[in-house]
């Protein structure tokens, strides 16, 4: 059985919300899954003045932990167009990991989530493949096999580089049954690809 990490980052909640439908779609494929989170680097007071939700049940990670898994799919909201600075801290801490060669041959995806449809989703999908090929994973995305990215009959995040969603202006918008969806089959779907990989 395939072992898999759903690692986030979520200062509004939508993420969180991603992450915990992507770690459903990991077990629905089989794998042993767990959920963390990484280290909040913005002040306490400063993130409850800014109305971040800080209490979330999922643990915080350390750079050690990836090791243990055959894959690990990163949730990371989008800041212009790049991942957010917490979790790019937190990749900047795995050198050791990078120089041991501890990641090279592990599945790995991400999901994102922006303000707008235009919002730089898929730049910080994109992006964030960059930094996992110099760990050595196997990116894994959103195949089209996932009709739900097609649709133009509603607003919706997704697309091939990974699962997303759009939360407005304001953040009031949650993630639509569509992009919880696409966080399913992308979990599923990586755990699938983790299972061959470690039987290869």
């Known amino acids: 059985?395939?072992?898999?990490?759903?690692?986030?980052?979520?200062?509004?909640?939508?993420?969180?919300?991603?992450?915990?439908?992507?770690?459903?779609?990991?077990?629905?494929?089989?794998?042993?899954?767990?959920?963390?989170?990484?280290?909040?680097?913005?002040?306490e007071d400063v993130a409850r003045a800014s109305g971040?939700?800080?209490?979330?049940?999922?643990?915080?990670?350390?750079?050690?932990?990836?090791?243990?898994?055959?894959?690990?799919?990163?949730?990371?909201p989008t800041r212009f167009g790049m991942m957010a600075a917490q979790m790019k801290n937190f990749l900047?801490?795995?050198?050791?990991?990078?120089?041991?060669?501890e990641l090279i041959g592990k599945a790995a995806g991400v999901f994102t989530a922006s303000a707008t449809q235009h919002g730089g989703q898929e730049a910080a999908l994109?992006?964030?493949?960059t930094v996992l090929l110099h760990l050595g994973f196997v990116v894994v995305g959103l195949?089209?096999?996932?009709?739900?990215?097609?649709?133009?009959?509603?607003?919706?995040?997704?697309?091939?580089?990974?699962a997303s969603t759009i939360v407005g202006g304001d953040g009031a918008r949650q993630p639509s049954e569509n992009?919880?969806?696409?966080?399913?089959?992308?979990g599923e779907h990586t755990a699938t690809i983790a299972q061959k990989l470690i039987k290869s």
Request: proline residues 5%; aromatic residues 12%; negative net charge.
């Open 179 to 186: 992009e919880l969806a696409g966080a399913f089959f992308q």
């Open 126 to 129: 994109l992006s964030f493949h």
């Open 52 to 76: 971040y939700h800080l209490d979330q049940a999922a643990p915080v990670a350390k750079p050690m932990d990836l090791v243990k898994y055959d894959a690990i799919i990163f949730g990371t």
């Open 92 to 101: 900047d801490q795995c050198g050791a990991q990078w120089a041991k060669g």
């Open 1 to 43: 059985m395939a072992k898999v990490l759903v690692l986030y980052y979520s200062s509004h909640g939508h993420i969180e919300r991603m992450a915990y439908e992507v770690a459903k779609g990991a077990q629905a494929g089989g794998a042993d899954v767990d959920i963390k989170r990484v280290p909040e680097l913005v002040p």
């Open 143 to 162: 195949p089209y096999s996932f009709q739900g990215q097609m649709t133009v009959s509603e607003i919706s995040g997704c697309s091939p580089y990974g």
